[in-house]
């Protein structure tokens, strides 16, 4: 089920109640600044029923910012797709910047996950100058970091039924100019016994859901809301 605009509003003030300057620097952008306001991904015409769909891997569903993607175990809901030189307290390396996406998710399964399981939920894929190599076997790059916004902790493990709000940080050489747009992925898994082992775990990563979007640069606002007023929700 999607979180309800109550407890996303929710979220976000416990996020900024807590002093994080990652949630201030990331949580608080104004979306009419990150291009996810009328444009919320890359727009083609659909000739067949002349409207209008995110540029997306045929067959594919699209990612889409502010919609839910169900990810076993995970709900997935996309929410700003930005880049950053640096965070307080969360620096790349040496002539590195961040590729910052910011998502809610939700264990929806029974079970805890785990800090993998959540990280081989969401990659890009070509983008020149990322640093880390794809992961084994695809052309999908994971993410370097994933942390609360409300206090910029690693997330392990992920209780079942909660709802999180994070930021996935991707390490990207600055020695390039930073990607107007990126290709996200979202991959789901099976939970299912090994054929190996006598392990049960999440297995067969399989991508449910992908779309190419624009990429803005964080920019500090000073916590107004896309309406310009101080204090309002990002």
Do not use: C
Not at 85 to 90: A, H, I, Q, R
Not at 130 to 152: K, W, Y
């Amino acid at each position: 089920m999607p979180t309800p605009p109550a407890d996303r509003r929710a979220l976000r003030e416990r996020a900024r109640r807590s002093g994080s300057v990652v949630a201030q620097r990331l949580l608080d952008q104004p979306l009419r600044n990150l291009g996810v306001g009328g444009a919320v991904a890359l727009l083609a015409v659909t000739a067949a029923f002349g409207g209008l769909e995110p540029a997306a891997e045929p067959g594919l569903p699209a990612v889409v910012v502010g919609e839910p993607v169900e990810a076993g175990p995970f709900e997935l809901t996309l929410e700003k797709v930005l880049w950053v030189d640096e965070l307080p307290g969360v620096k790349p390396g040496e002539g590195k910047r961040w590729l910052a996406l910011t998502a809610t998710v939700t264990n929806t399964s029974e079970r805890t996950a785990t800090s993998a399981n959540l990280r081989n939920t969401l990659g890009l894929t070509g983008v020149e100058g990322l640093v880390s190599p794809p992961d084994l076997g695809t052309d999908r790059v994971l993410s370097s970091q994933r942390l609360l916004l409300a206090d910029a902790s690693d997330l392990s493990p992920v209780q079942p039924g909660l709802d999180y709000e994070l930021v996935f940080l991707f390490e990207h050489d600055a020695s390039l100019p930073p990607p107007e747009e990126v290709t996200v992925q979202v991959v789901g898994h099976t939970w299912r016994s090994s054929t190996i082992t006598p392990d049960v775990a999440w297995f067969d990563p399989t991508v449910v859901a992908e779309a190419t979007l624009p990429m803005r640069e964080a920019v500090d606002e000073g916590g107004a809301d896309e309406d310009g007023a101080e204090g309002g929700d990002a």
